[in-house]
């Protein structure tokens, strides 16, 4: 009987762990630091509820328009409430493309529980003059990529660099001079639901992966925190 209490025990306080830290679990208050938000910001004076109050205008991911591995439009609309995670690469190259890819499958397998359906994986083509929307499902067909949340996007050049460089602040351009005429970030970037940018991560090491998986469930445990607070001030104001 004394066994069967010992590992009852264990049992509950194990369950009880899990149920502390699981994303699925609603609004637990963890004594942890939000991530940081990257880019530019802007301090500003605005009025709230009368009074003038001195508040911060973070760096935001600018509008895009694209193309999927489907052929579809994709713009920012299509992730508006969601986290994403993403990257530049192209389907010939032969350096880090295929390690960041596999690191990017690998990531998509472990974030399949439905505590993740708010993440979403975009993976940009630099060489849109290859990588065709029909390339790009035949690459998405052989990474076994769940395309309902990881699209693969090409669109015209000028734009998809512009995107890269001034947008999610990484290097992405076509470069004469390199050896696979390419040139692109090796990191991914990880975006709030708001386009905020809150943290970059190595796409071709594990421990890169690993602090970026880290931080995802961090982050969806600050979206659900800040989510409850609006919805409590706005029961409040009624």
């Known amino acids: 009987l004394r066994k069967w209490a010992v590992l009852g025990g264990i049992v509950a306080f194990v369950a009880s762990l899990f149920i502390f830290f699981s994303p699925l679990v609603g609004l637990v208050r963890h004594n942890y630091v939000f991530l940081p938000y990257l880019g530019d910001k802007e301090v500003v004076a605005v009025e709230r509820d009368g009074e003038l109050v001195i508040d911060t205008i973070y760096y935001t991911v600018p509008p895009f328009s694209f193309t999927d591995q489907f052929g579809r439009e994709f713009t920012e609309q299509r992730v508006e409430g969601k986290i994403r995670v993403v990257d530049f690469f192209f389907t010939r190259c032969t350096t880090i493309c295929p390690r960041m890819s596999i690191q990017m499958q690998q990531l998509q397998l472990k974030l399949s529980d439905k505590a993740y359906d708010d993440v979403v994986f975009l ?30 996007l090409t669109g015209d050049a000028p734009d998809i660099y512009r995107m890269g460089n001034a947008g999610y602040l990484l290097s992405a351009l076509e470069d004469s001079l390199a050896a696979e005429r390419f040139v692109h970030d090796s990191r991914f970037v990880l975006v709030d639901k708001a386009g905020h940018i809150r943290g970059y991560y190595e796409g071709t090491e594990a421990e890169g992966m690993n602090a970026l998986a880290a931080d995802l469930k961090m982050l969806l445990k600050e979206e659900r925190v800040k989510a409850a607070e609006v919805e409590k001030a706005r029961r409040k104001a009624r």
């Open 123 to 152: 993976s940009h083509t630099v060489d849109p003059e290859h990588d065709t929307p029909e390339v790009l499902r035949e690459y998405a067909r052989k990474l076994q990529a769940d395309t309902a949340r990881w699209k693969f």
